[in-house]
């Protein structure tokens, strides 16, 4: 009895470190990549998401590269080259994503793996020549399409409020379609805050910066941000 006890008991601790152990790899996302036509290189990889730790740099060698980081959730993570060039990739705890590019066309790379990347993807390639208005459009587009994803919050972030020379009414009117599709999406609150701070409209105090201050019950997020 005794010794069938200890086999048991065994089996448990067995089975407990394989269960344990699968969990925290769920909790990896891991990403696999090639340059084409680049022998090594450093990537600065990062993302404002709480869900993913800070930054961390990549090592590229002989046009290839493996990362892995735990996620606690869902993130926007930028990828940022040399000559400030960056491509951005959606990760959620678990995914295996592959990422592809040549050396001679950055702005082209391709991030397989899961459905809104590759999503974003064909985004990428179809604005990779584009600039300006036509930049615009394209990125009104896709976020019209797609205001559910993470995806849409990236060509949000990129081609609209990084853009110097945006529309007022572009970036209240995608911000607001993204909000209404993502209400309880913590990182757009944490980019209304951002927008909120830069305009100096009002004071945000501790105990209420996880709320869309400066709004009134019967007006819309931007109504006092923009006039």
Known sequence: PQTTMKIISKLFVIVLSLTLAACGSNKKFSLKGSIEGQNEL????????????????IK?????????????????????????????????????LTYKVSASAMAKASVEGSTENELLTKYRLSVAELAGTSLTAK?????????????AIAVFEQHILANSGREKNDLKETFELLHKSQPNNPYLTRLAQQL????????????????????????SIFEQLFP
């Open 139 to 151: 990125a009104k587009n896709f976020i019209k399409e797609h205001p559910q994803t993470l995806a």
């Open 60 to 96: 590229v060698t002989k046009g290839k590269f493996s990362y892995e980081q735990e996620l606690t959730d869902s993130a926007i993570i930028t990828l940022l080259f040399p000559k400030n060039i960056q491509t951005q990739i959606i990760a959620y705890p678990g995914d295996r």
């Open 196 to 219: 909120y701070a830069e305009t100096s409209r009002c004071q945000i105090p501790a105990s209420k910066r996880h709320h869309f201050l400066c709004q009134s019950p019967h007006n």
């Open 42 to 57: 450093n990537i600065l990889i990062y993302s404002p998401n709480e869900a993913f730790s800070g930054y961390d740099t």
